[in-house]
């Protein structure tokens, strides 16, 4: 079997490059205040697209359904079918209007300035430094890019791209699915599963080359409302019940050294995300994270003591807190496919780099799909920087990824790697 190890080849064999700065001028920006699916019109329109380019690589049964998700089949052969996934909206962390790309041909090294004084220097990002010789695309400092996840699609198109020119390299059958609103956790929810009829599934949605991800935060959420006993302040003394004082003690008995900003690696978090109300009634929004399921209940559990002991010293305060579980470690799906971490990893080392599996402080759709029954862990698109003005792509990186996916299928043909059946 061929091995693929030279990243040229995505940029001189297929026209992903191109494909790339197209999509990224079509502004995509999920908006979580919107309900339907997909949450923003760019998406359509980009979903639109890509099921007229998929037609023309020739996967004929391309289609856009009633919620927004692309899917495509190309048939190939051997015991599984694999699925890559991508998805199609932006982060509205920042603006995605009138995306300007501007690509750096064999980047010298140098620091690179855009405008709004933007400064991309490779002093202060080590991963850029890795990148001098590379073709590099960013923004023009008033946007993010959008590489975040449009890179994953181009470089899908590209294998695609690549299959079509190559009708001799063997692979087994695809599924593709773009999916809309991955950027406001809404991926997986209207995820065609019952049709989709993929074995496992990769979504191409990582960062810098070489990283795999099987694992992602155990995830929880919590809503917590506090309503006092409102009085007219001019008579309150010994009467009024202040909500707004009393969410202000409750956020700072949280230990401070369970917040993000303490804390990184394996370690969990609490963090309050938003609080509105006023002395009346208010209410706070947290998130709770952690990489295992005891841990994350802990720290859920530490919070319910903090508004015990809040009630305990004030019985007039009413107090309600609703917990939800948002998406699960993917790592707790991965032991059943084992094959997959084995044979992801050998397809970076065929590709020439070295495979760095990183455990995400986030989630992914991967994470609900692999609860829902379709394992999907992670493989890096070669993005860095995401969901701000600095956001840049190695294309070379991006040719790694795409070597990778073609290593991957040489080994899910090859019988001793097999997947086992079921798989
Ligand atoms: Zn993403």
Not at 27 to 48: D, H, I, R, V
Not at 148 to 159: E, L, P, R, S, T
Not at 340 to 350: E, H, R, S
Request: aromatic letters at 6%; hydrophobic letters at 40%.
């Amino acid at each position: 079997m061929t091995e693929y190890s030279n990243p040229d080849i995505f940029q001189s064999d297929t026209s992903a490059l191109s494909r790339l700065l197209n999509y990224v001028q079509i502004e995509t920006t999920s908006n979580s205040e919107n309900t339907s699916s997909p949450s923003s019109p760019g998406q359509l329109t980009l979903a639109t697209l890509l099921v007229e380019e998929l037609k023309s690589l020739g996967l004929m049964d391309a289609a856009l359904d009633i919620n927004g998700y692309v899917t495509a089949t190309r048939p190939g052969i051997g015991p599984v079918t694999m699925g890559l996934i991508a998805h199609m909206d932006t982060s509205d962390a920042y603006s995605a209007k009138n995306v300007q790309p501007v690509v750096h041909i064999a980047y010298d090294g140098q620091p690179i300035c855009l405008k709004n004084g933007v400064m991309l220097s490779p002093e202060d990002d080590a991963s850029l430094k890795k990148c001098i010789g590379h073709t590099i695309v960013t923004a023009d400092g008033t946007t993010l890019l959008g590489a975040d996840d449009k890179a994953g699609i181009a470089i899908i198109m590209g294998v695609l791209e690549y299959l079509q020119r190559h009708p001799e390299v063997p692979h087994p059958t695809l599924r593709i699915c773009f999916t809309p609103d991955e950027e406001i956790g809404r991926g997986a929810d209207r995820f065609p599963l019952d049709t989709f009829g993929a074995d496992f599934a990769i979504t191409v949605d990582g960062t810098f080359a070489g990283e795999l991800n099987f694992e992602t935060f155990e995830a929880y959420s919590m809503d917590i409302d506090f309503t006092g006993v409102s009085v007219h302040p001019g008579t309150a003394k010994n009467v009024m019940v202040n909500a707004l004082r009393h969410m202000g003690a409750f956020l700072c008995s949280l230990p401070a050294e369970k917040s993000p900003e303490c804390t990184d690696h394996r370690d969990g978090f609490i963090h309050p995300v938003s609080v509105k109300g006023d002395a009346a009634q208010c209410h706070a929004h947290l998130i709770v994270r952690d990489f295992t399921e005891e841990g994350a209940k802990r720290l859920c559990a530490l919070v319910e003591q903090k508004l015990n002991d809040l009630k305990q010293a004030e019985p007039r305060l009413v107090v309600r807190a609703d917990t939800e579980f948002n998406y699960p470690n993917m790592m707790r799906f991965m032991a059943s496919h084992a094959h997959l971490v084995t044979n992801l990893k050998q397809a970076v080392q065929q590709a020439g780099i070295s495979p760095s599996v990183v455990a995400i402080r986030g989630g992914t759709d991967g994470a609900n799909l692999s609860r829902k029954g379709l394992v999907t862990p992670n493989l890096f698109t070669g993005a860095v920087n995401l969901h701000g003005p600095k956001e840049w792509v190695s294309v070379t990186n991006m040719g790694y990824s795409f070597c990778t996916i073609l290593n991957l299928f040489a080994l899910y043909l090859d019988p001793p790697s097999r997947a086992p059946s079921g798989a």
